[in-house]
Antibody, heavy 118, light 108 residues
Framework: EVQLVESGGGLVQPGGSLRLSCAAS????????MTWVRQAPGKGLEWVSA????????YYADSVKGRFTISRDNSKNTLYLQMDSLRVEDTAVYYC???????????WGKGTAVTVSS | SYELTQPPSVSVSPGQTARITCSGE??????SYWYQQKSGQAPVLVIY???KRPSGIPERFSGSSSGTMATLTISGAQVEDEADYYC???????????FGGGTKLTVL
């Protein structure tokens, strides 16, 4: 069974940093693209960033480019999202999802909540 | 920036057909995907690559795409289908994913 488990969320002050992790199991992690999606309280889904299986393709939403860094460790079956210079508007539940290619999102984790507030 | 446009809400009675549309300029060249999100839960893929249904998704869910519009159809909607539905695609460059604003489906 495919499982994705996000962790690392929490409360952080504006301007601070946080690193999210997504632990994957039940599929061959290195052959799948991975995506981060977020959802602000009461709002819709927002695509954040995606990375191909071998990390040769990496893409970011304009709203996070230059502040967030996506990466993966295929030896640990883990996806990461390093979030720097956090803003109040980054407050959201962050989900990771897998897919056959960048742009695909098949199975999603349950999400981890990030709150940016002073 | 690229946008996908969905109606905010759709309402049907149980057993009726619900149709949710999604319009976007790049849809003639890019696949559409549909996600169902029930209250307090993570999204679930219900249609991929315009019209394919993942295993475990009921046959009453179908998708189509023509020109700049993609459509999710729920034939014989059930009360348990009440949820927010989001369409998703990539922009024309293939470098950015985009979600529609979401459609709240009410079945009662």
């Amino acid at each position: 069974e495919v499982q994705l488990v996000e962790s690392g969320g929490g409360l952080v002050q504006p301007g601070g940093s946080l690193r999210l992790s997504c632990a994957a199991s039940g599929f061959t992690f290195s052959t799948y693209a991975m995506t981060w999606v977020r959802q602000a309280p009461g709002k819709g889904l927002e695509w954040v960033s995606a990375i191909s299986g071998s990390a040769e393709k990496i893409y970011y939403a304009d709203s996070v480019k230059g502040r967030f860094t996506i990466s993966r460790d295929n030896s640990k079956n883990t996806l990461y999202l390093q979030m720097d210079s956090l803003r109040v508007e980054d407050t959201a539940v962050y989900y990771c999802a897998n897919g056959k290619d960048v742009g695909d999102m098949d199975v999603w984790g349950k999400g981890t909540a990030v709150t940016v507030s002073s | 920036s690229y946008e996908l446009t969905q109606p905010p809400s759709v309402s049907v009675s149980p057993g009726q057909t619900a149709r949710i549309t999604c319009s976007g300029e790049a849809l003639p060249k890019k696949y559409s995907y549909w996600y169902q999100q029930k209250s307090g839960q993570a999204p679930v893929l219900v249609i991929y690559e315009d019209n394919k249904r993942p295993s475990g998704i009921p046959e009453r869910f179908s998708g189509s795409s023509s020109g700049t519009m993609a459509t999710l159809t729920i034939s014989g909607a059930q009360v348990e289908d009440e949820a927010d539905y989001y369409c998703y695609s990539m922009d024309s460059s293939g470098n950015h994913g985009v979600f529609g604003g979401g459609t709240k489906l009410t079945v009662l």
